[in-house]
């Protein structure tokens, strides 16, 4: 199916993250959770709260289509071990995460949405990939 990324997509989404309770608001690319991979537009808005993860069977990608976000990478005890900024009006466009990497996300500017890949099919984080 065809579908067009455009600014009033992208703009529609960050207005539903905007009213969403989660501060956020997924648009998925992808027909099915099936799919062996999974493409999604991610509308982030300050103040959304997601967890320290990892995704153990999957590298992830993040490409920043508008807005500014942090992303911290940590170690088995949640420390920090490094933090990217991006921001494509600096350059930064997008990061790679390799499977089992322990990450999370600040939000930094409202309007943030980032293009999403990872391998399908979807799967839930399991309780022991949430800290």
């Known amino acids: 199916m065809l579908k067009i990324i455009n600014q009033i997509l ?3 989404l960050s207005q539903k993250a905007s009213e969403s309770e989660r501060l956020r608001m997924n648009h ?3 027909d099915s959770l099936e799919n062996p991979v999974q ?3 991610n509308a982030l808005e300050p103040g959304t709260i997601i967890p320290i993860h990892r995704h153990l069977h999957t ?3 993040y490409i920043l289509l508008t807005g500014s976000i942090r992303v911290m990478l940590y170690n088995d005890e949640k420390e920090i071990i490094d933090t990217f900024l991006l921001n494509p009006i600096e350059g930064n466009h997008g990061i790679q995460i390799p499977a089992g990497q322990w990450h999370g996300i600040e939000v930094l500017e ?3 949405v980032i293009f999403e890949v ?3 099919p979807y799967t839930p984080l399991g309780i022991d990939d949430v800290r």
């Open 118 to 120: 990872k391998q399908g």
């Open 110 to 112: 409202h309007g943030s």
């Open 59 to 61: 590298d992830e990608v």
């Open 28 to 30: 998925n690319l992808h």
């Open 10 to 12: 992208l703009d529609e």
């Open 39 to 41: 493409r999604l537009l």
